[in-house]
C-alpha cells in the first residue's frame, strides 16, 4: 500500500514537474501568445479606395504577427454615439478618442493602463510631454497613444476665391480681410462667404476658437478652481463679428444649423467660401465629400490681440480596459504599425505612403509634432516622392502655425460649455436682435453653475 | 319545475368545487393556457417590463453605466425640475402638440370625409394619402431639410415665388421653426389616421344618409349631423393618441434643427437624449430617466382624466 502511495506520489510530483515546465513553456513574450483585435477602421461614407488602402495594412499586419488576427469596424468619433457605445460596452479594442476625453475616460477606468508597453516602443520616452499628458493619468501612467495633433486652421474655397475675383493665394490674414472677403465672395457669387458652425457642441467649440484668436480663454484654473471667463472683450468681439457678417453684410448664406459633418459637406459642395475646423480635414473633404483638391487651400486662422493663440487639439489611440493582457499587447502592437511607424520609421513612412497612393489616398496631409517639429518634418522628407496633396496651397498654415502661441481647449465641462455656447452662436446668426451682451452674461453664469457642479 | 331545481343545487356545488383540483386545471386546459403563456410573458418581461422597472430605479440613481450606481434619492428630480431647459422644453413641447393639434387634427377627418365621398379611383387616392407613411421617418425628415432650403433657390422657397411671396427662412429662424416641424410631421403622419377614418366612415349605416336627405339635408349637415357624431368614439381615440404621440416629439427637431434654432425646437425627449448622450463621457443617465418616468406618469394621468371626462361622449 505504501509503495503504491509512494508511486502515486512520484507519480504526481512527476507529473507536477511535467506541467511546470509546460507552464514555463509560454514564458515567450506576451505579444507572441495568439491574439483576436477588434480595431477601428475608416469613418462611414469613405472611398472604397480608402477602404481598399486599409485592408492592405490590415494584412501587411498580420502578415508580420502571424499570432495576431485583426477584425476591423468603421467608426467616426461623435460625442453622442461615443457615449452610447461606451455605456453599451461595444466599443472595440482599439478606438480613438479626441486629447479632450483622455482625463475623463482615465479617471473613471474606461482604459487600459499600456505604461510599459508604449514605454517599451523605440520612440516611447520621445513624446512630446504637452502631447502625451493628454493620455496620462496625474501619476504619470499612461493610457493611450498620441497619435495626431492639429491645430484650427481657415479653410477657404479657391475656386470660389477665383470666381469672386479674389487671389486663391493671398488668403485673408486678418479678421477684417476675413470679413471683406466674405463679403466678396457672398456678392460675387451667392454662396455663403464665410460660416461658422453652430451645433452639436461643434458651435462653441469653434466660438471658442475665435475667442482665442482675439486673445480670450473660456476658463481660467487656478490652485485647483476654475472660472468662467465667457463673458469678456474678445468673445463679445468673436459674436459681433458673426452679428456684422450675418446681418449687415449679409455674407453667411440662409442656412445656419452647422455641425462637423454638414459643413464639411457643404464647403465640399461649394456652398461656404471660409471657415474654420481643424488642420486635419482635407482627407475627410477630398474622400467623404469629393471636394476637388485644386479647390482646396488653408491658412492660419488670423491672431490678433494680446494672447492670442490657436485651439489645437488631437487624436488618442486608446486600449479598451476590458481588453485581455495578450489583447492590449497586440493592441499596442496595432498602434505603433497603423498610427505611429510611418513617423518614425522610414521603411514604414515610406511604405505607407506608397499603398495610400496606389490606393489614390491622400499623402502629406498638414499636421502638428506628436514628438518634435524635427520628426516630424524628417516623416514629411521620407514621403516627399509620394506626396500628392497640393502643399501649396496649404503653404501659408504650414508657415504660419508655428508662429502661432498654441492653447488647449477648456478642461472643465468642455462640452456642457461649448452646448451653452452653440446657443449663443445660433442666437446671434437666427434673431437679428439678439443681445449679445446678455447672451455672453447668461452662458457665464450657466457655465460656471455646471462647472461648480462638478 | 321548482321542485326539479331546488334539490339539484345541493348537488351541483360539490362538483364545482371538485372540479378546482390541479388535475381538474390541466385537464380544462389551465397548462397547456399557461405553457402558450409564457414565451409572452418573458418576451414582455424581459424586453417590456424589467426595463421599465429598471429605468423607475435609475431614476433613483447616479450612474454612468459604467462605473457601480449610487442611489441618490429624488436629486435626479431635483435637478431635472432645477433646468432652465426643462420648461423650455415642455413649453417647445406643448407648442408642438397645439400646432399640431390645431393643423394636423382636423386635415386627416376633412381628407377622409373627402375621399369617402369620392366615386372613383377610392384606391388610387387611400394609396397616395399613406404613401408617405410608407416612406422611412428618416427619409422623410432629410428630404424635408432640402426643400426647407432658406436660401432663395430652396424648393420651397422657389414655390412660394410663383406666388410672389419672398423666400422663408423656415427651419432657420426661431419663429418658424417649430411650425416648418409641425407642417412636415403632419404630412408625414395623416395617412395612418385617414386609413383609421376611412374604415371607420364605412361603419356609418347609409340608411342614416339616405335619411338625411330625405330630409333635405346639406352636404355639411350631413357631415354635422350624421358623420361626425359617429365617428366621435374613433375621434376621441385619435384625440388621444395625437397628444400622446406628439408629447413624445424626437425625430422631427432632432434631425432638423437639434433644438435649435437657440433652444427654440428643444423638446422633452430631446433633453432626455442631451441628459444622457450630449457628453461622450458618459451621460446622466439618472436625470435622463427622471425625466421619461415624469413624462410617462404625466400622460398617463392625462389619459386617465381624459377617458374619465370622456366616457359619457364617446360611443363606446
New interface residues.
Given amino acids: 500500500m505504501k509503495s503504491r502511495i509512494k508511486v502515486a506520489g512520484a507519480g504526481i510530483v512527476l507529473l507536477a514537474t511535467i506541467a511546470a515546465l509546460a507552464g514555463c513553456a509560454p514564458t515567450q513574450p506576451a505579444e507572441a501568445k495568439k491574439a483576436t483585435i477588434s480595431v477601428v477602421s475608416l469613418i462611414p461614407g469613405s472611398k472604397p479606395e480608402a477602404f481598399a488602402a486599409f485592408d492592405d495594412q490590415v494584412k501587411q499586419f498580420e502578415k508580420a504577427n502571424p499570432n495576431i488576427t485583426v477584425n476591423t469596424q468603421e467608426y467616426e468619433?461623435?460625442?453622442?454615439t461615443?457615449?452610447?457605445q461606451?455605456?453599451?460596452g461595444t466599443l472595440p479594442d482599439v478606438f480613438t478618442?479626441p486629447f479632450t476625453?483622455g482625463k475623463?475616460?482615465i479617471e473613471?477606468?474606461?482604459l487600459a493602463d499600456i505604461t510599459s508597453l508604449v514605454k517599451a516602443l523605440p520612440y516611447g520616452d520621445k513624446f512630446n510631454p504637452n502631447v502625451l499628458n493628454a493620455a496620462q493619468a496625474p501619476d504619470g501612467k499612461i493610457f493611450g497613444v498620441p497619435t495626431a495633433a492639429y491645430g484650427n486652421a481657415l479653410h477657404y474655397n479657391r475656386a470660389l476665391f477665383t470666381k469672386a475675383g479674389l487671389d486663391p493665394n493671398k488668403p485673408p490674414t486678418t479678421w477684417a480681410e476675413v470679413r471683406k472677403d466674405a463679403k466678396i465672395i457672398s456678392d460675387k457669387t451667392g454662396v455663403a462667404g464665410y460660416m461658422q458652425m453652430?451645433?452639436?457642441?461643434t458651435g462653441g467649440w469653434q466660438l471658442t476658437t475665435a475667442d482665442a484668436s482675439r486673445g480670450g480663454v473660456v476658463e481660467v484654473t487656478k490652485s485647483g478652481k476654475t472660472t468662467v471667463t465667457i463673458d469678456t472683450a474678445p468673445m463679445k468681439k468673436s459674436l459681433e463679428f458673426l452679428k456684422a457678417l450675418r446681418w449687415e453684410d449679409n455674407s453667411m448664406?440662409?442656412?445656419?444649423?452647422f455641425?462637423w459633418g454638414t459643413i464639411n459637406q457643404a464647403f465640399g459642395a461649394g456652398q461656404i467660401g471660409m471657415y474654420t475646423s481643424g488642420s486635419d480635414i482635407y482627407t475627410n473633404l477630398t474622400q467623404s465629400q469629393n471636394m476637388s483638391p485644386d479647390d482646396y487651400g488653408m491658412t492660419v486662422i488670423p491672431a490678433e490681440g494680446k494672447g492670442a493663440g490657436v485651439i489645437g487639439g488631437g487624436t488618442i489611440a486608446a486600449v479598451n480596459v476590458k481588453a485581455t493582457p495578450a489583447q492590449q499587447a497586440a493592441a499596442v502592437k496595432w498602434i505603433d504599425f497603423y498610427y505611429m511607424k510611418k513617423l518614425t520609421v522610414k521603411s514604414a513612412a515610406v511604405e505607407d505612403a506608397k499603398t495610400l497612393v496606389a490606393n489614390d489616398q491622400a499623402v502629406g496631409v498638414p499636421a502638428l509634432p506628436v514628438f518634435d517639429k524635427a520628426t516630424l518634418d524628417q516623416s514629411r522628407v521620407w514621403i516627399k516622392d509620394y506626396v500628392n496633396v497640393p502643399t501649396d496651397q496649404m503653404k501659408s498654415f504650414a508657415d504660419g502655425i508655428y508662429k502661432q502661441k498654441p492653447i488647449g481647449e477648456p478642461t472643465a465641462k468642455t462640452?456642457?460649455v461649448y452646448?451653452l455656447l452653440?446657443?449663443v452662436v445660433?442666437?446671434v446668426?437666427?434673431?437679428k436682435n439678439a443681445n449679445i451682451d446678455a447672451l455672453l452674461k447668461q452662458a457665464n453664469t450657466?457655465a460656471q453653475a455646471l462647472v461648480d457642479a462638478g | 319545475m321548482t321542485t326539479i331545481a331546488k334539490p339539484a343545487e345541493p348537488i351541483a356545488v360539490p362538483r364545482l368545487r371538485a372540479r378546482r383540483t390541479p388535475m381538474t386545471w390541466v385537464r380544462g386546459g389551465g397548462l397547456s393556457n399557461l405553457i402558450f403563456l409564457i414565451p409572452l410573458l418573458f418576451i414582455f418581461g424581459a424586453f417590456s417590463w424589467w426595463p421599465i422597472v429598471q429605468a423607475v430605479v435609475m431614476s433613483f440613481q447616479k450612474t454612468?453605466?459604467?462605473?457601480p450606481a449610487i442611489f441618490v434619492g429624488w436629486d435626479n428630480f431635483a435637478r431635472v425640475l432645477h433646468d432652465?431647459l426643462f420648461f423650455t422644453a415642455v413649453k417647445n413641447t406643448g407648442y408642438f402638440a397645439l400646432l399640431a393639434l390645431i393643423f394636423g387634427y382636423p386635415v386627416p377627418l376633412i381628407v377622409a370625409v373627402l375621399m369617402s365621398e369620392v366615386r372613383r379611383w377610392k384606391g388610387l387616392f387611400s394609396a397616395l394619402a399613406y404613401l408617405p407613411v410608407v416612406i422611412p421617418p428618416v427619409v422623410a425628415v432629410l428630404l424635408w431639410k432640402f426643400f426647407y432650403?432658406?436660401?432663395?433657390t430652396?424648393v420651397f422657397n422657389e414655390i412660394l415665388k410663383w406666388f410672389g411671396i419672398g423666400?422663408q427662412?423656415w427651419?432657420?429662424?426661431?419663429a418658424s421653426a417649430m411650425p416648418s416641424l409641425v407642417l412636415e410631421a403632419t404630412w408625414a403622419a395623416a395617412g395612418g389616421t385617414i386609413i383609421i377614418y376611412l374604415a371607420a366612415l364605412t361603419g356609418v349605416a347609409p340608411e342614416l344618409y339616405d335619411a338625411a336627405e330625405v330630409d333635405g339635408a346639406s352636404i355639411w349637415r350631413k357631415i354635422w349631423h350624421v358623420t361626425l357624431p359617429q365617428l366621435r368614439g374613433v375621434l376621441l381615440i385619435t384625440l388621444i393618441l395625437q397628444i400622446i404621440g406628439t408629447s413624445q416629439v424626437f425625430l422631427e427637431p432632432f434631425l432638423f434643427?437639434?433644438g435649435?434654432?437657440?433652444?427654440s425646437t428643444v423638446t422633452i425627449l430631446q433633453l432626455i437624449?442631451?441628459y444622457?448622450?450630449?457628453?461622450?463621457?458618459?451621460?446622466n443617465?439618472g436625470a435622463a430617466t427622471a425625466l421619461s418616468i415624469m413624462l410617462a406618469v404625466f400622460l398617463a394621468v392625462l389619459s386617465w382624466v381624459y377617458f374619465r371626462v370622456t366616457k359619457a361622449w364617446s360611443t363606446n
Fill in positions: 468619433w461623435t460625442g453622442p461615443f457615449a452610447a461606451l455605456a453599451g478618442i476625453d475623463t475616460l473613471n477606468g474606461q453652430s451645433q452639436n457642441n448664406g440662409s442656412n445656419f444649423l455641425d462640452q456642457e452646448a452653440d446657443v445660433q442666437a446668426l437666427t434673431d450657466d | 454612468n453605466l459604467v462605473t432652465p432650403d432658406a436660401s432663395a430652396g423666400p427662412p427651419i432657420q429662424s426661431a434643427t437639434a435649435g434654432p437657440a433652444n437624449y442631451r444622457a448622450f450630449q457628453n461622450s463621457l458618459g451621460g443617465y
